[in-house]
């Protein structure tokens, strides 16, 4: 069936990406996890919100360069995509990528990992605050997607591929538009989906992303705080205190003290259906 306007084109467009996270979301585990200090667990429930940072402030910072790599190898397979690909080797679709602002909050599958402990959970002395995934899905539906990270290359290969063929089944079916306007929707939406791409290397961090995707020309939303001497942009996201399910503090935390403040902290901030755990991995602190 013929596509005769844009926007019946960008709403098929939306369809195809909408099947395409679903399929990732339908994995998803009972509880995510995010991994943070002190300060970080401080500011997320005494606000009830998620900080997204932009995704170039991530601590693997050739993840963009990676999934561009991956995506323009995939995508110069199929002629009526081509010219994106052409775009990636060119250098024109990062520029469209950095005109946007892809801001992501990180969680884990893992409830207690030593990797997210060192990485992310200040050395062993942070947080790692678990969510009910199917709650927080819902109260991100309006505001953001949550997808998990592909580190498999073959697995990113094969939903970049599927995502091709459909999408050149619809450019064909939209032939009576310009060419370019066509290509900027498709580009735009090849950029949500390389955001869960990563390289296999940090396959351990069993990651999910809360991902939050606009245009720079869109007003408001985005804020902006130093960090390592460099200013990092981040949006706000509303987490529903439903969503909470249980603190763990860290492994080179006093257990009896630890959790005994934690649970008055969390019950003065509406959060008394909380649990509170200690990590269980024996690690010293030096």
Known sequence: MPITTLADFRNELQKLCHNY?????????????????AKGLHGIVTDKVLWASDIFSLNDASEVDYAMQVAGDVLKKYPAVRPIADRIVDGKLPEVYRSWQTHVCCFSSEEDSLSQWRAYGAGGYGFAIGFHAGLLFQSMVEKAMIVPILYSENRQREKLEAFSVAVSALLDAATVMPENDLFVEVAHAIIALMAPIKNPKFSDEREWRILHVKAKAEPGGTFFRPIHGAIVPYTKLPVDAKCFSRVIQGPTLHREFGERSLKIFLNNNALEHVKVESSVIPLRSL
């Open 21 to 37: 996270w679903a399929g990732l979301a339908a994995e998803r585990p009972s509880e995510l996890f995010h991994y943070c200090n």
